[in-house]
């Protein structure tokens, strides 16, 4: 349900229905892809944001939140049971990745993966695209999970890789707006059953689809969780191609990590041909990012195998004869000692073994600034931060600006404002450093597993956690805690702002969070 208070006594809104869609876009700054800008940045510039926040209690028997009960809300919006992606914003609309226990479509049962779009300004739910599961449970497309990937939004155009791990182009208006073309298959791409599914206003409206699995051969190992990139006509998209159930075998090492497709169509453009696959440690989930580093413009990305990668945009015609991403240069973001023992490897899922980078790199002052992690089901680790000179070329392994070893394994992002940087790690804590120097400034602990990562606006820090807590500190070298908002359901994705709106997305409800909101 999408529950908005000044709408509240106006309109009897029932769970799962529609709640004023189509009304007027916002004229406030968007914020269209994961980062908020190409460069993955998680820093907004939004003033006024609300420290002071009570998220409400939920009406007796139901999943409804009672915004007579809250502080600060400007509205909310029912999700599923379960929230990985982060929410991002333009064209009037919110969208948000979850899954399909908390059905729009009351006909359409069942575990599906979901995007839904919601109305910037009221909450109301316009459309959802229903991704029916590949049944490969736990291996490709974990039961439940849903929908990971943040879209990104562009020229009337929403695009998002599908826990199918596919490549699909939307109509941000979804149906209400015709079924455009060149795909018009709607009804029996979303049906899970074979029976095709009856199309309203409130289903999307795809564009085109390009399918990982069936045209390269890969293997995405337990979600697909890119969140694509655009940079002019190009859409830089990982595959999310992995090691099996075993976490022992790769079942496609030779198919491409990352690619790079038309947004026009979807067509492949290029791939990688740095043989991230043939050395994958459990599956290369980041998201790519770009930056021009002394004018030169890069793709900067962190890969399965624990490198980080630059290459240039425009793809180009490789030694084989197909069109690949030439590789500028890369970066070990494992040190040595976490690769290797008395000269033997060291197991990939150990305490002190190497990790791969699941977070995004983040692209500031002609650096790039990465962190290594494994899969917060493998527990805990050593970590590292690197601060990497991008200009380099080659193999630049152990060439780093400088590095920070006193912080966990991570799937965060950081974010880099006012020459500090903002990275928190899976076992809870927040750390403050010195972008520059890798001086430390402080360190909070959360107490509470760290899945999201940090959002700095309004010379502030937002960071979720597991305990369903909002920490809300001082964006400054000196450690000052403001609040700690608790929401009570775990916080798995990373806060974003529009204007001066809060989004936070819970595993079960979408919040909007503004000032004077009573």
Known sequence: MSINKFATGILAVAIGGNMLAHQHKSSQPDWPMWGGTVDRN???????????????????GTD???LFTTKNVHWVAKLG????GNPTVGGGKVFVGTNNESPRDGNQLGDRGVLMAFN???GGFEWQLLIPKLGAGKVSDWEYVGLCSSPVIEDGKVYVVTNRGEAVCLDIDGLADGNDGPFTDEANYMSADGDPVEMTDQHADILWIYDMREELGVFPHNVSSCSPLIVDDILYVATSNGVDWSHNNIPAPFSPALVALSKTDGSLLG???SQVSESVLHASWSSPAYGEIEGKPLIIWGGGDGFCYAYEPKPAIGPDGYAILKEVWRYDSNPPEYRTKDGKPIKYATYPGPSEVISTVVVQDDKAFVLIGQDPEHGDGVGMLSAVDASLEGDISGKAVWTYKDIGRTVS?????????FAAEYDGDIHCLDASTGEVHWVHPT????????LVADGKVFLPNEDGQLVVLEASKEKKLLNEIEFYTPIYSSPVVAGNVLFVATQTHLYALKKGSE
């Open 271 to 273: 791939e990688e041909a």
């Open 447 to 454: 107490e509470s597993r760290i899945w999201g990562s940090t």
């Open 413 to 421: 992002t950081p974010s880099i404002y006012n020459g500090m940087i």
């Open 42 to 60: 998680m820093v907004g510039h939004a003033t006024g944001l609300p420290v002071d926040v009570e998220p409400g209690d939920f009406k007796r």
């Open 120 to 122: 910037q300004e009221t």
């Open 81 to 84: 049971s379960q929230a990985y």
């Open 64 to 66: 409804e939140i009672d």
